[in-house]
């Protein structure tokens, strides 16, 4: 028995009301979408706060926590950096299209202008048909980055150098004030094994490669550039 043969049909032209109860529809589940994927981004930078925020307590509030508390949390932060960087991607598709139904679908009805972009719905198609990533993951990575995770990997930072350069927050000395000279700092900040000035400098190196990251990377920000409002 031969199998079937599906035929190719024509695709059937929509009355206006029609069209616009698709559009409808569809841009209603798109803005779920996008929505959906915009949670997911909120509740990895909440899990991240939450961490800089308890190690900052772990680490601070008592002489006996190592300095290595802090360091790990660095590690917890850049690991839920690139776990968002990858959400980021998804939420950057959805947005895309969304953004297609606003700029060039609702902004033509309420104040139309002549022949703007009128291929949207071939590009909006395509993108159905073959669903396809818009940013990299290390330009996703970048941009969520310099919007929020810069400034966590700086606290961090600054209360690691804080709990190296004030004894009282060390276990085993009892002075008080700061360290008097930049090579105490760096002998406290021995981690087991590892010398204070090597732990120093893969500290440097990290934070060298996390600057380059955020603004070195050739950035396409377009509506995410300053000054403008996005979704």
């Given at each position: 028995m031969k199998p079937a043969v599906v035929e190719d049909l024509p695709a059937r032209a929509l009355s206006s009301s029609e069209f616009?109860?698709?559009?409808?529809?569809?841009?209603?589940?798109?803005?779920?979408?996008m929505a959906g994927w915009r949670d997911r981004l909120d509740r990895t930078t909440n899990w991240a706060i939450t961490v800089v925020a308890a190690m900052l307590s772990v680490s601070l509030s008592t002489p006996n926590a190592h300095h290595g508390v802090l360091l790990f949390a660095m590690l917890l932060i850049l690991l839920l950096l690139w776990i968002e960087a990858r959400r980021y991607r998804f939420f950057d598709v959805y947005r895309f299209r969304v953004r297609q139904f606003e700029r060039h679908y609702f902004a033509q009805i309420v104040a139309p202008q002549p022949n703007f972009a009128s291929d949207w719905q071939l590009i909006l198609g395509e993108s159905l048909r073959a669903p396809q990533f818009l940013i990299s993951h290390r330009a996703a990575f970048a941009r969520r980055l310099r919007r929020n995770y810069i400034y966590m990997f700086l606290i961090l930072?600054?209360?690691?150098?804080?709990?190296?350069?004030?004894?009282?927050?060390?276990?085993g000395t009892a002075d008080t004030g700061f360290?008097?000279?930049l090579r105490g700092a760096i002998s406290a900040a021995a981690l087991g094994?590892?010398?204070?000035?090597?732990?120093?400098g893969m500290v440097a190196f990290f934070f060298a490669g996390l600057f380059g990251v955020a603004f070195l990377t050739q950035a396409h920000d377009g509506e995410f550039a300053y000054g403008d409002a996005h979704v």
């Amino acid at each position: 028995m031969k199998p079937a043969v599906v035929e190719d049909l024509p695709a059937r032209a929509l009355s206006s009301s029609e069209f616009a109860t698709t559009m409808s529809h569809f841009h209603r589940a798109e803005i779920g979408r996008m929505a959906g994927w915009r949670d997911r981004l909120d509740r990895t930078t909440n899990w991240a706060i939450t961490v800089v925020a308890a190690m900052l307590s772990v680490s601070l509030s008592t002489p006996n926590a190592h300095h290595g508390v802090l360091l790990f949390a660095m590690l917890l932060i850049l690991l839920l950096l690139w776990i968002e960087a990858r959400r980021y991607r998804f939420f950057d598709v959805y947005r895309f299209r969304v953004r297609q139904f606003e700029r060039h679908y609702f902004a033509q009805i309420v104040a139309p202008q002549p022949n703007f972009a009128s291929d949207w719905q071939l590009i909006l198609g395509e993108s159905l048909r073959a669903p396809q990533f818009l940013i990299s993951h290390r330009a996703a990575f970048a941009r969520r980055l310099r919007r929020n995770y810069i400034y966590m990997f700086l606290i961090l930072f600054l209360a690691w150098v804080v709990k190296l350069s004030t004894p009282s927050l060390q276990a085993g000395t009892a002075d008080t004030g700061f360290v008097q000279s930049l090579r105490g700092a760096i002998s406290a900040a021995a981690l087991g094994p590892l010398p204070g000035w090597l732990v120093v400098g893969m500290v440097a190196f990290f934070f060298a490669g996390l600057f380059g990251v955020a603004f070195l990377t050739q950035a396409h920000d377009g509506e995410f550039a300053y000054g403008d409002a996005h979704v």
